[in-house]
């Protein structure tokens, strides 16, 4: 199964929960995390010394590295994993592809602050989050098979309604 939306969207910390049940045995991948791991320097690094475009050839090769397993697992993807043609038709082939969602408001107030983050440097978070929310949203509604609004559910019935949906899905 694989989490998209936008930054702040809950995918880390659902993508957590969601692989302790019993049904994904705590398999997760958090992509932003194998991508650190695979170029050996954080994200805003990468950013700042080779670039956006190197870190979306990175982001494309570890997806696709991760989509070949074949066992249940749960994978959170960066927010711009979508932005590729081709990382949507892997994420789409391979199964349940859920879609966090929540107002650029909610989005904003949990991202703000965050260095980690390269795409919120120097601007305001709100207005980031009201233009990637124009931008992504037609390609997370594209490839999605659920959409889940994290603004208004809580975690526990997030994760209930999730898995709901996975054993229809798998059924
Ligand atoms: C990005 C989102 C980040 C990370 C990178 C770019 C984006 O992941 O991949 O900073 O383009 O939206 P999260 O969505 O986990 O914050």
Redesign the pocket.
Known sequence: MVLIG???SG??TLGRQLASQAFFSGSFVDL?GLIVKEAGKS?PNIFAEEGEAV?RTL?SICLAEVLQSSSEQVV?T????ILSATNRVLMKEKGAVIWLDASPEILAERISGDKN???LNGVDPLEKMIT?TKQRNPLYAEIADLRIDTGVLSDKEAVAKIMGFLSDYDA
Do not use: N, T
């Open positions: 936008l930054m702040g995918k880390s932003d994200i870190f982001e959170a960066g927010g711009g994993a983050r390269p795409l990637l």
